[in-house]
């Protein structure tokens, strides 16, 4: 083991610099074109988590200037009323950027309901258009929090060229378009699962290491190459372990003992969580500039 500890990714103070980015160049549409890009965010049912995730979202798009339009759907809402919300806002043209939160309830179909969005305003990169196209290197909308972990791992190292990544998971919302983007600059990588034989022996040889498996504190030091770049995208609540009925977030890497391993890490919390809200304003801008036949925002998309 080395005897220093990790860089930490910052992925608030990060996702703050992307935000004043993204209100600046809101600031010039309005300005320029007189065009305020739109975002309408949609909730079904009272998942707790979701709400708090939804309320930020309202409360940052805002904040950069955009208009935002927040849709609560009760719990037991249909198919058929969900699918005719998302046909309304497709052709609502004040509205540039549409999100549906995810988990839906059980009875809805996600991909259904995902495949309904008009793929030019799917900000968030899950539409089955959107998934080929980056899968083919094309201009597509890009999943938010694997675009904001390669947005830090560019501010961090640079070029990725030929850097060993080694991505941990296989989620549609995450590992799979993650390794697509990590090809697309170049690294070597590797999809690592449950079923991967050897698994910490594969990440022992990853460069960039990214965690995306759900499971509280799985990966520690023993898996993780000297100096590597670790990015975290768990977000696990678990019993606090010293404050008995309490919580704690944690991510999928053992943070403390992967930090005197790694070179470079990211927080939980603290790291990927708030670059994927900058990220999802970030994709609606983009869809704002390109339905306005506008430059699309430089820094600001893969
Ligand atoms: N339609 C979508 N649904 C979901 C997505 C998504 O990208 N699109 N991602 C997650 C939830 N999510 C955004 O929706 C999200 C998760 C976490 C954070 C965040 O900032 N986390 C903080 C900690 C927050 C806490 O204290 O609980 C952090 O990591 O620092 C932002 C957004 C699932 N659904």
Redesign the pocket.
């Known amino acids: 083991m080395r005897d220093t500890t990790a860089t930490i990714i910052d992925g ?1 103070a990060f996702a703050a610099t992307v935000r004043e980015q993204v209100a600046q160049h809101v600031a010039r549409l309005k300005a320029d074109h007189g065009i305020t890009p739109g975002l309408a965010v949609v909730l079904v049912g009272e998942d707790p ?1 979701s709400q ?2 939804v309320r ?1 979202k309202g409360t940052q798009t805002t904040e950069v200037g955009m208009n935002s339009y927040e849709h609560k759907l009760p719990a037991d809402t249909s198919e058929a009323e969900l699918l005719a919300l998302i046909e309304r806002l497709n052709r609502d043209l004040s509205v540039h950027g549409i ?4 988990p839906l309830p059980a009875h809805l179909d996600s991909d259904l309901v995902i495949n309904a969005i008009d793929p030019d305003k799917d900000v ?1 990169g899950f539409h089955i258009s959107n998934v080929g196209l980056l899968g083919t290197g094309q201009k597509s909308m890009v ?3 694997p675009l904001g972990c390669l947005m830090m791992l560019r501010e961090h190292h640079g070029s990725l060229s030929g850097l060993n990544a080694v991505v941990v998971g296989r989620s549609n ?1 995450v590992g799979k378009p993650m390794a697509q983007l990590l090809l697309g600059d170049s690294c070597t990588v590797t999809i690592a699962h449950s079923r991967s034989r050897d698994i910490e022996a594969l990440c022992r040889n990853a460069d960039i290491l990214i965690a995306a498996v759900g499971r509280p504190e799985m990966i520690d030091a023993s898996w993780i190459k000297p100096g590597a770049t670790v990015i975290d995208v768990g ?1 696990n609540r678990i019993p606090h372990p010293d404050q008995p009925g309490k919580s704690k ?1 944690v991510g999928d890497v053992a943070y403390d003992s992967a930090a005197s391993v790694a070179g470079a890490i990211t927080p ?7 670059m ?2 900058a990220c999802l304003l970030a994709n609606t801008l983009t869809a704002c500039s390109r339905a306005h036949g506008l430059p699309e925002p430089d820094g600001l998309t893969a």
Do not use: R
């Not at 939980?268 to 708030?274: A, E, I, T």
């Open positions: 608030k988590a708090v995730y930020s999100l549906v939160q995810l968030d999943p938010c929090t919302i977000i977030l939980v919390p603290g790291g990927v969580g708030p994927t809200i």
